[in-house]
Structures are given as structure tokens and as C-alpha cells.
């Protein structure tokens, strides 16, 4: 009768145990921006791939791109709320928040998305992402695109020839400034909204990265490229921190992991869709201008020195950063 008993109360833990394991299946959301084509999707895509593979299915991942969860703000309302688990967030909106991020925008750090990557790994860029832990976010890892460069109706030969004319520019302070600096006048206004207000010349010419150029096609409509390379343009990987502290110790390291791994597949992706989509761009019928880069570069320190006057943290991560 002991062993019966014993074989009984065996056999309800392991119930238990299994109920446990799969009261913890879920189907996860994933949230962002760019369109399919964006490298910050497949990066999304890989997370949502090997999540579910090395969770042997108990956590699925639907990748939404495209803002169709709604906007960043809305998308961190409802990771905050816990409603959404996932998201790959510009910096530039997360800085909203945490400040420290528009580091990352400081013009003329960095030569190219291999350099940008190596700065991923200083102890200021991981302290940003620790920072948003206060908001209701956990900060696991970056993801780039590619360079920012100008995207015009005419040619752009030097600063000047943008002197008085809209950019549309990510509404961001430090971007307001760097242009407003330049003499242009940054305009805000969703990705949605660019290629028709190129075709009706409410722009003029469009701040942008290769991966979004290439993936919504606006060279149909401003067919002229300034290769600026004026500023990096990464997100940050983050989950709910509600959903998170739910989650088991294991869960969570298994989650960092596949996000980690995520992480430097995306750094690889990213150099190579820079180089790629500029030959695609190319073969595409966009014109490369031959333009006076140094009349960009000629006011990059002083929107830097403004920024890194104001806050600690940028000036930590712009020392660590310009010389890797």
C-alpha cells in the first residue's frame, strides 16, 4: 500500500509539474516600426524563431511590423500594462524617456553600422538599457540600420543647398538641432506620410537609412542620395518588465540568450544590408551625389559638445564610443 500511495503521489506531482509547464505556454506579441524588409524585422523574426524552438513551442512569438500595434509610445503603453511582451524601439523614442539614448544620435560618431555595433558592447550603452527598467522596460540588446543619409527632390551638393528646405527628420531634439544647425527646417511626420509629401513637395528631402529607403522606395519620388553617414540609427531590443518578473528565473536567461544571440546575428545583418541595399538603391535608378561632406561635418561638434555638456552619461558613452 506504501508504494501504491508513494507511486499515487508521484504520479499527481509530475500532473502538477506538467500543468505548471503548460499554464507557461503563450503566444507572445512582438512589436515595431519598419516594414518586412527592415533588418529590425528579421531580427524580430530570428528572436520569434529560436524562442519558439528552444522553448519546444511553448512560447510563440507574432512579429507585428509596420506600427501595427500601434506607435512606439502606444507600443510601450501596452508593455507597460503588460499587454504587449516584446518590442524593437528606435533609441530615438525611447530617449522620451531616458535621455542618456540620444547619445546614439550625436552626429560624426561613427564611420559606419560596424563601428555603431562595437559601441553596443560599452558599459554606457548597456547602462542605457539597464535605465529603463524605472520605465517599465527591459533593456536585452540593440539592433541597427543603416547609416542616416539625405534622400532629396534635387541635388544636394553641400549643407547650403538645404538651407530653408523641409527634411523630414525623426522627432527627436538632438535631430531637430543637428538640422536646424545646418540650416534646414526638420520636419516630423510618420513614415506613412513621406512618399506623398514628396510627390505633393511638402518635403523636400528625407533624413533616412538605406534599410528604409530600399523597403519603401522613396527614391521613386526624391531620386537624389547625399551620402551624409551622418548618424547611426539603432533600437533597443526590450521586453515588459511585467511580463518579465512573471517569468522564472530559467525562463528569463533562456530569453536573454536567444536575444543575445538575436543580437549579434542582427550587428552582422546590418553592416551587410548597408552595404547591399546601397547596390540595390543604385541599381534601382537613385543618383549619388557628389557632395561637401565637411559642410555637414563643420557643425557635428557643436551639436555634440551641447549634448554631452547636459548629461553624463552621453559624455560617457561618446568617450567610450569614438575611439573602438
Do not use: C
Request: charged share 20%.
Amino acid at each position: 500500500m506504501k508504494l501504491i500511495n508513494a507511486a499515487r503521489a508521484t504520479l499527481a506531482a509530475l500532473a502538477l509539474s506538467t500543468l505548471a509547464f503548460t499554464a507557461h505556454a503563450q503566444s507572445l506579441k512582438l512589436g515595431h516600426i519598419t516594414p518586412p524588409t527592415h533588418v529590425w524585422h528579421q531580427v524580430s523574426e530570428k528572436i520569434a524563431t529560436e524562442l519558439e524552438k528552444a522553448t519546444e513551442g511553448k512560447m510563440k512569438v507574432a512579429v507585428s511590423p509596420l506600427q501595427k500595434l500601434g506607435n512606439e509610445a502606444q507600443m510601450i503603453n501596452l508593455m507597460q500594462a503588460g499587454a504587449q511582451h516584446l518590442g524593437v524601439f528606435t533609441v530615438g523614442g525611447l530617449s522620451n524617456r531616458e535621455e542618456s539614448f540620444l547619445g546614439w544620435s550625436l552626429p560624426y560618431v561613427f564611420q559606419d553600422v560596424a563601428h555603431a555595433s562595437r559601441a553596443a558592447t560599452t558599459a554606457a550603452a548597456r547602462e542605457m538599457l539597464a535605465r529603463l527598467d524605472q520605465h517599465g522596460l527591459v533593456g536585452l540588446g540593440y539592433a541597427f540600420a543603416g547609416m542616416r543619409h539625405v534622400l532629396s527632390l534635387q541635388p544636394v551638393t553641400s549643407a547650403k543647398d538645404l538651407a530653408n528646405k523641409k527634411v523630414r527628420s525623426f522627432p527627436s531634439p538632438v535631430y531637430n538641432d543637428w538640422w536646424n544647425a545646418n540650416g534646414a527646417a526638420p520636419t516630423a511626420m510618420p513614415l506613412s506620410e513621406v512618399a506623398p509629401s514628396l510627390t505633393t513637395k511638402l518635403l523636400d528631402a528625407v533624413d533616412v537609412d538605406l534599410d528604409a529607403l530600399v523597403g519603401l522606395k522613396f527614391h521613386q519620388q526624391a531620386p537624389y542620395l547625399t551620402l551624409t553617414n551622418h548618424m547611426a540609427f539603432p533600437a533597443a531590443i526590450v521586453a515588459s518588465k511585467k511580463w518579465w518578473q512573471s517569468r522564472t528565473p530559467e525562463e528569463r536567461a533562456l530569453i536573454a540568450k536567444v536575444v543575445a544571440e538575436a543580437e549579434q546575428w542582427g550587428f552582422q545583418a546590418a553592416i551587410a544590408a548597408d552595404r547591399d541595399n546601397l547596390a540595390k538603391a543604385k541599381a534601382d535608378g537613385v543618383t549619388v551625389v557628389d557632395a561637401d561632406i565637411d559642410s555637414f561635418r563643420a557643425v557635428g561638434s557643436t551639436v555634440r559638445d551641447r549634448y554631452t555638456a547636459k548629461n553624463p552619461l552621453i559624455a560617457q558613452f561618446y568617450d567610450q564610443a569614438k575611439g573602438l
